[in-house]
């Protein structure tokens, strides 16, 4: 058990191998008999089948790998104030309870909950889709700007509140305590954070044992893939939920795409290349559906002030430099190198309008800027109220990304989308995704010949727009509302 502070990738080594590598080392480290030992104690006292618990243990080691150490490892090692801190917590929530009343939380009855609400724009985007129902829940764990857009009843709640309270710890209190000096005995002996890991479980649990017998709904709703978590799926449908749906909001990049637990997945397209890479990293998908892009829906309902923005003719929407950054030398290798190609044609074809679009909350990247000095290629982040990446997206010719879901979307708009990955090496964002392959461009001699002949010739491109890749946003708030309704 111990080996694992030892372990490392070759960042030499192919980038989508490295996370493939680190998922089955979780496995192996997971299947240790202290830990086996462990998941099954916890499971039997929060009354949660030990596969269970074991699933969020793989995501919880996952998480604490650090891609961006110089050289990536995980970071699980033991510490006497990482102890202090989690004993104290743990012990705190065992001991300072109080009985669970009835008339504690009033017993709702809701029709729709939506979960891992960080910010404003999820609930925005989702916003459509639950003005269709009569009641909704929101659970969001930062503060909100913006509560009132939605018209009918909505009930707030922060998702880490009134946990002293939980019929699930009544009369376990000796045996918790137990089960907490066993682990920080272990943490100690195994120079392992156990303590913090198996903390993790015990507050997901806490969490939503809570919120889900004060709140009774049949669905439950939340985007993006690596928030999934196969404690809240279990105790949800144990509590009486029927049908867990995640959108998706981003590629399957393997970083991002590591032990996911999912009952339903709704992709943008009608593919299922998405759920076979989810599962060859670990991952567990019920069945899927499709609906199209809710947040291009979204994003498009205000369109007055589109026309402040000047015809494009490349646009290169920008990703955030993340986790996939450490996975191999190569990927930032050639990340740099799609750049190069875009400031090449900028130098070449001086003329041509060039925009890169980023995220509002791209910080700056100096080698970026060094690469596109002295070329005419203009730079937008924040861009003036109302406008946002579609908008760009829809005044562009050609648009290329590194690894945005953003090209996939614009196919839909039968816009000319194409990803940029140079040599073909970009593996963790697209190796097993083949219905992608058409639309990647892994040379530049080929990457030129499209501007050559669209934009210099004025030739027409062929439209390679499809419902596989992703469906209209046309009515995809009101299509996903369709197949929610069909739930008994």
């Given at each position: 058990m111990k080996q694992i502070k030892d372990f490392r990738i070759n960042l030499d080594s192919d980038s989508l191998?490295?996370?493939?590598?680190?998922?089955?080392?979780?496995?192996?480290?997971?299947?240790?008999?202290?830990l086996k030992d462990l998941s099954s104690n916890i499971g039997n006292l929060l009354d949660v089948p030990t596969e269970i618990i074991n699933k969020k243990i793989k995501q919880i080691v996952y998480d604490n790998f650090d891609y961006y150490d110089k050289y990536p490892k995980f970071k699980i090692n033991f510490s006497f104030l990482s102890l202090a801190k989690y004993f104290f917590l743990f012990t705190a929530l065992v001991?300072?309870?109080?009985?669970?009343k009835t008339n504690s939380f009033k017993k709702n009855k809701i029709d729709i909950i939506l979960d891992n609400v960080e910010k404003n724009y999820v609930l925005e985007k989702f916003s459509k889709t639950l003005s269709y129902f009569n009641s909704s829940l929101i659970l969001y764990n930062n503060s909100l700007s913006k509560k009132n857009n939605l018209k009918k009843r909505t009930i707030f709640l922060n998702i880490h509140s009134s946990f002293f309270s939980n019929s699930i710890l009544e009369g376990k209190t000796i045996k918790f305590l137990k089960f907490i000096f066993k682990l920080s005995f272990l943490s100690k002996k195994k120079g392992l954070d156990l303590l913090k890991i198996y903390f993790t479980v015990f507050y997901s649990s806490l969490k939503y044992y809570r919120i889900f017998s004060c709140y009774k709904s049949k669905l439950l709703i939340h985007d993006r893939i690596y928030h999934s978590c196969p404690i809240r799926n279990y105790i949800f449908k144990k509590m009486g939920g029927i049908k867990i749906l995640c959108l998706q909001s981003h590629l399957a990049e393997g970083t991002i795409s590591v032990f996911n637990d999912i009952d339903t997945l709704v992709t943008f397209g009608r593919e299922n290349d998405t759920i076979k890479?989810?599962?060859?990293?670990?991952?567990?998908?019920?069945?899927?559906?499709?609906?199209?892009?809710?947040?291009?829906?979204?994003?498009?309902?205000?369109m007055q002030k589109i026309d402040e923005i000047s015809q494009i003719d490349i646009l290169l929407i920008g990703i955030n430099l993340a986790n996939w950054i450490g996975t191999s030398e190569t990927i930032?290798?050639?990340?740099?190198?799609?750049?190069?190609?875009?400031?090449?044609?900028?130098?070449?074809?001086?003329?041509?309008?060039?925009?890169?679009?980023?995220?509002?909350n791209y910080r700056g990247d100096d080698k970026e800027r060094e690469i596109i000095k002295k070329t005419n290629i203009k730079t937008v982040i924040n861009p003036s109220s109302n406008l946002n990446s579609y908008h760009y997206l829809l005044k562009?010719?050609?648009?290329?990304?590194?690894?945005?879901?953003?090209?996939?979307?614009?196919?839909?708009?039968?816009?000319?989308c194409f990803f940029l990955d140079p040599e073909g090496k970009n593996t963790t964002f697209f190796r097993h995704l083949d219905y992608l392959n058409e639309i990647r461009i892994t040379k530049f001699e080929h990457f030129e010949k499209l501007v050559q002949k669209y934009l210099i010739n004025n030739e027409t491109i062929l439209n390679i727009g499809n419902d596989e890749i992703c469906l209209t946003h046309k009515?995809?708030?009101?299509?996903?509302?369709?197949?929610?309704?069909?739930?008994n």
């Open positions: 191998k490295n996370v493939e590598k680190i998922k089955n080392y979780i496995e192996n480290f997971v299947s240790h008999e202290d001991l300072f309870k109080k009985k669970a890479k989810l599962e060859l990293l670990g991952g567990r998908i019920n069945n899927g559906i499709n609906c199209g892009s809710i947040r291009m829906e979204h994003a498009l309902n205000n930032l290798k050639i990340y740099y190198t799609h750049l190069e190609w875009i400031a090449n044609i900028s130098r070449k074809y001086p003329k041509l309008k060039i925009t890169i679009k980023h995220h509002p562009s010719n050609l648009i290329f990304s590194f690894g945005s879901t953003m090209i996939l979307e614009g196919s839909s708009l039968k816009k000319n009515n995809a708030s009101k299509d996903l509302y369709s197949h929610l309704s069909k739930i």
